[in-house]
């Protein structure tokens, strides 16, 4: 990185919510190659997302860092304190906060159902405030970092992507929670990001036509989103405060889009 202390993250903790796969995941493995012990957030207690967070923690130990998989839906409020609370009695310490957990239908908005649209606020807007809540005593304590993860779709539009609005709410919240929390020692940034091949970027294929012709180069891979967020955490990121940095390998700074058109034409 060039810009971290070699021992800077050396015995911090890191929370990923979400962190058992995709940009999480990468995230995850991040903050340990870093040096930092990293708390593996996934929603549910069994099954696949049980599975996959073990894997990542394997992975973290593997780089000889300490890991915590803990089962939380960060759309409930107790949930969020019980994970805060083991993450207390494991470390007694929090130095990072990542909020990247989201969980969203891919409808148009005049179609969602109730529910969906329930889901769509409790998790990806009150899930994050909620974590927030709980995890500052303990960010508070160690003059701590919180990094957002958002979306392209925060500014543009996306066919059948109502989460663009809750990550819009997402770098609203940002600028206000560096304003209250920075008075309180703890810095916010989020990290926007492109087109990223995750498992969410294959259910989105489905909704989105043309999304399988935008060209590799312009798409961003999960550990460069990573690297910045662990760049927004580290010392040389001191001077930012309150941002949304985009990392999209260029893809919202071109109108033009001559390999895109050409696939399109043949
Ligand atoms: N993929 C993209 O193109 C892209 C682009 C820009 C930004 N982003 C953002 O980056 C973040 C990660 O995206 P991704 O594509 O890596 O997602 P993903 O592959 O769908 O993974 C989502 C992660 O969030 C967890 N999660 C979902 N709901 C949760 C809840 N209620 N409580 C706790 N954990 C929950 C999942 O846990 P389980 O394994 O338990 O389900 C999983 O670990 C999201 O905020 C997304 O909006 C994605």
Known sequence: MGVAEDSFFTDKVAIITGGSRGIGRATALAFAKAG???VVNHSKPEG?????AEEVCRAIEDLGRASLAV?????LKASVGEMME?????RGRLDFLVLNAARAPFKPIEKLLEREMRQLVETN?????FCIQKALPLL???????????????????PSYPLGSMKAAMEALVRDCSETLGERGVSVNAVCGGIVRTDSFKTLRQYMEDLENIPEELCVSPEALADVVVFLCSPGARGIRGQTVVVDNGLANRLYRPAWAKKNRG
């Open 36 to 38: 930092a012990d990293v």
């Open 48 to 52: 696949g997302s049980k599975k996959k």
């Open 71 to 75: 089962a939380a839906d960060i759309a």
């Open 86 to 90: 083991a993450v207390s009695r494991w």
């Open 125 to 129: 807007y009150m899930g994050n405030i």
């Open 140 to 158: 508070e304590a160690s003059g701590g970092k919180i990094v957002f993860i958002s979306s392209l779709g925060s500014r543009f539009y996306n």
